[in-house]
């Protein structure tokens, strides 16, 4: 079946680092979402990137979907306390008519303030 | 603000025991979904449902069944729990077309099977 790999699985780093985290398809995808969760929470969803090449930001949160949309990466510039937590991505396939989305295994940001 | 709201926070259930999983959206999604969360492997997906009455098995449906008798509430039954079925488990729900919105997650339930 379709795989999603999703990497580091942990990063630290000290305030003010940047931060990236790549998610890998086997098969192409038709869109990706990420999402976040904070310590104890629940996921929470960011974005959604649909187009090939296709870039969105939002603030310091950089979103990359690959040309083969086989790939994503989210790049947060100068990490803050509050990033902290564990960013997924999501590739969405589509089974009996229903959309589902298979989830990378997350990438915890742990940051030294 | 829309909500998925999972019954219960945290749960202890002894092995064998039946053990129901409950999960209600105000949002009239038709989409609903059962994840569970392990360290290291992310979010899989349990059961999911497109309707009333529908379901669909999922990436991991083995010792687990549901139930959606109305649209707004989702059910997930043990049906003899396991040590095994530790973990942490999500119910979501979405749009039947996403139209650029992602799935709504309900808080979680921790079940610990002692």
């Known amino acids: 079946g379709q795989q999603v790999m999703q990497i580091p699985q942990y990063q630290h780093v000290q305030e003010g680092e940047d931060f990236t985290t790549y998610c890998n398809s086997s098969?192409?995808?038709?869109?990706i979402q990420w999402y976040k969760q904070r310590p104890g929470g629940h996921p929470v969803f960011l974005i959604q990137?649909?187009?090939?090449?296709e870039v969105k930001k939002q603030k310091r949160l950089t979103f990359q979907f690959g040309e083969a949309k086989k790939n994503s990466s989210l790049h947060i510039t100068a990490t803050q306390t509050t990033d902290v937590g564990t960013y997924f991505c999501a590739g969405r396939r589509i089974i009996q008519g229903a959309q589902k989305l298979v989830f990378g295994q997350g990438t915890r940001l742990t940051i030294n303030p | 603000d829309v909500k998925v709201t999972q019954s219960s926070r945290y749960l202890v259930k002894r092995t064998g025991e039946k053990v129901f999983l409950e999960c209600v959206q105000d949002m009239d999604h038709e989409n609903m979904f059962w994840y569970r969360q392990d360290p290291g492997l992310g979010l899989r997906l349990i059961y999911f449902?497109?309707?009333?009455?529908?379901?669909e098995k999922g990436d991991i449906p083995e010792g687990y069944s549901v139930s959606r008798e109305k649209k707004e509430r989702f059910s997930l039954i043990l049906e003899s729990a396991s040590t095994n079925q530790t973990s942490m488990y999500l119910c979501?729900?979405?749009?039947?077309?996403?139209?650029?919105?992602?799935?709504?997650f309900g808080s979680g339930t921790r079940l610990t099977v002692v």
């Open positions: 979501a729900s979405s749009p039947l077309r996403l139209r650029g919105y992602g799935y709504t």
């Open positions: 449902s497109y309707d009333v009455k529908m379901k």
């Open positions: 990137l649909v187009k090939s090449g």
């Open positions: 098969t192409t995808l038709s869109n």
